[in-house]
């Protein structure tokens, strides 16, 4: 069984500091575009960040670019997210995903998906 498991989630203040953690079972994560997707109160998902499947390429829409970094750790079998200079804004349900390249991630179009982890940014 493909499966994704989001952690690290948790209630920050503004202007703090939070690594997110997807750990993967039933298959090896290096093989695969990693996305990660966030969905805050009363909007759709929004996929903003993504790590290429072979040679780590990364992509950042902007307003986390500078502020968030994706990373991976093939022989953990996991993909991070550290994420800096939170802001309310950031809140919401933060998922992390698979496809097979970071064109099809970004467009949501992902075969793996987790459960989500909660990140709330209070000011």
């Known amino acids: 069984q493909l499966r994704l498991v989001e952690s690290g989630g948790a209630l920050m203040w503004l202007g703090g500091s939070l690594r997110l953690t997807c750990a993967a079972s039933g298959f090896h994560l290096g093989n695969y575009a990693i996305s990660w997707v966030r969905q805050a109160p009363g909007k759709e998902r929004e996929g903003f960040s993504c790590i290429s499947e072979h040679d780590d390429v990364t992509v950042y829409i902007a307003s986390v670019k500078g502020r968030f970094t994706i990373s991976r750790d093939n022989a953990k079998n996991m993909v991070f997210l550290q994420m800096t200079s939170l802001t309310p804004e950031d809140t919401g349900v933060y998922f992390c995903?698979?496809?097979?390249?970071?064109?099809?991630?970004?467009?949501?179009?992902?075969?793996?998906w987790g459960q989500g982890t909660q990140v709330t940014v209070s000011s």
């Open positions: 995903a698979a496809a097979p390249d970071c064109t099809t991630a970004m467009a949501g179009e992902n075969d793996v």
